[in-house]
């Protein structure tokens, strides 16, 4: 079952249950399914540890609906020898609610301290 490792954590740790390497990709499933309440979403995300290894998460951060009752699994990309093994965690989940927006269309929008100040405007 996904846990917290520490009191506070933000993610909960999962652990691979299964390998299957395709061409370039490392695939680790779960055994795990979900059935997330409407509104929310669960975030994947590859564990900090990770940069110890030559492993790359495929999609960076995975989306997973609420409507998805699918196993959860993680795919890597393979750039080097290192893999997980069967019982590692390999990676951490978050479930969050989240809410439905409207996009509208204008043709102005209210100023802001930032502006458009976009990549490194806000220093180092």
Known sequence: MPQYSRPGDAGMDVCAVSKNETGKYLEYGTGLAFELPLSHVMLVFPRSSISKTDL??????GVLDAGYRGELRFR???NGSDDYAIGDRIGQIMVMP???V???ETEELVDSDRG???????GN
């Not at 458009?116 to 806000?122: E, I, L, R």
């Open 56 to 61: 790359i998460m495929a999609n960076s951060v």
């Open 76 to 78: 890597f990309r393979k």
């Open 98 to 100: 989240y809410p439905q």
């Open 102 to 104: 409207e996009i509208e």
């Open 116 to 122: 458009d100040g976009g990549f490194g405007s806000t």
